[in-house]
């Protein structure tokens, strides 16, 4: 079993910031490239962040560009996001993601469907 969680949601006002952490419960976490989507009622997930199994590469949204970033700690399965200047835009659930499958398009990493793992989601809402 590979279990995934978030954590770090909450309420916060605009121009605020906010670090989510998800822990991976897998013993080959290093194996695995860790994405951030978030989604909207009656939306499609919309890709945030990723970063590479082996950290050397990460990729971001448009809207999120220059204000998030991803990172990942391989010794305690974990990996974050550091989310600044938060915009009431940005409100959503936050989903973690794991994948752990072959990919073979380039800009496979935007598309929900080529993760395998995936947590429940922490929200996120930002209001004044």
């Known amino acids: 079993q590979v279990q995934v969680a978030e954590s770090g949601g909450g309420l916060v006002q605009p121009g605020a910031s906010l670090r989510l952490t998800c822990t991976v419960s897998v013993p080959t976490f290093t194996t695995h490239g860790v994405a951030w989507f978030r989604q909207t009622p009656g939306n499609e997930r919309e890709f945030v962040a990723m970063?590479?199994?082996?950290?050397?590469?990460?990729y971001y949204g448009d809207s999120v560009k220059g204000r998030f970033a991803i990172s990942r700690d391989n010794y305690k399965n974990t990996a974050n996001l550091q989310m600044n200047n938060l915009k009431p835009e940005d409100t959503a659930v936050y989903y973690c993601?794991?994948?752990?499958?072959?990919?073979?398009?380039?800009?496979?990493?935007?598309?929900?469907?080529?993760?395998?793992?995936w947590g429940q989601g922490t929200q996120v809402t930002v209001s004044s």
């Open positions: 970063i590479r199994a082996t950290g050397d590469r990460t």
């Open positions: 993601a794991a994948d752990g499958r072959t990919h073979t398009y380039t800009t496979w990493y935007r598309n929900a469907r080529e993760y395998e793992y």
